[in-house]
């Protein structure tokens, strides 16, 4: 009879010990949450608290044994950087607005453009690529580098598109803005070819405060 209670007694500690960090992770998720609320506005609270139930999603998948380490890891990764770079935007703007966001790791480019992609390394921020994408910068989450995107709506598609006169897709799927090439030699005016328009400068992000979040998967 000893021996049964001091086993009911140890199976009793080792549910209070395996429940504490499940408690903990709620209390600071409670807090977060409170802060969050007293610092934005409603649509970037909106969307901050989707990326904590896709989180919990994730959460939920590797408990239950649905998903392997690698997986659980690298959405756990992308959501946290895509909460960086949401309140990064929502701090540096004061504005209740967040764009659409992308974050993809460097295997992940064939996800956003048509081969060939784009070279990491040569991005710039605030560049914007194929008139659909304008690179944000990169986040460090726990080692692994993810790339950050805002996605342009098609109003501001179709501005940057009428500025820079382009009425067929670009020869160059790499950026809206081409590089500037050798000047050539003038040819006679019968068969002179009409001079193409140089790119817009980058639309100004709407106004119109909407958020569009974007479920964090697998690659």
């Known amino acids: 009879m000893r021996a049964q209670r001091g086993l009911s ?37 909106a969307y901050l608290g989707y990326l904590r139930d896709e989180q919990e999603v994730v959460d939920d998948r590797v408990s239950r044994r649905e998903v392997d380490r690698h997986y659980y890891v690298h959405n756990s990764n992308r959501i946290y950087a895509l909460r960086q770079m949401a309140l990064r935007l929502a701090r540096e703007s004061k504005n209740d607005y967040l764009p659409e966001l992308e974050a993809v790791s460097l295997p992940e480019f064939e996800q956003l453009f048509d081969a060939p992609w784009p070279e990491p390394a040569a991005l710039q921020a605030g560049e914007v690529l194929e008139y659909k994408l304008k690179y944000l910068g990169a986040v460090v989450a726990r080692g692994e580098r993810f790339y950050l995107f805002a996605r342009l709506d098609p109003y501001e598609q179709a501005e940057l598109r009428k500025k820079a006169g382009e009425g067929k897709p670009q020869p160059d799927s790499r950026a809206a803005t081409p590089r500037p090439t050798a000047t050539q030699t003038p040819q006679p005016a019968a068969t002179q070819q009409p001079a193409q328009h140089p790119a817009a400068a980058q639309h100004p992000a709407t106004t119109d405060a909407r958020v569009r979040p974007r479920r964090a998967s697998a690659p």
Request: charge should be positive; proline fraction near 5%.
């Open 9 to 45: 007694r140890l199976i009793l500690l080792v549910g209070v010990a395996c429940a504490a960090p499940a408690v903990a992770a709620a209390q600071q998720r409670s807090r977060q949450a409170r802060a969050e609320d007293d610092e934005f506005g409603p649509n970037v609270r």
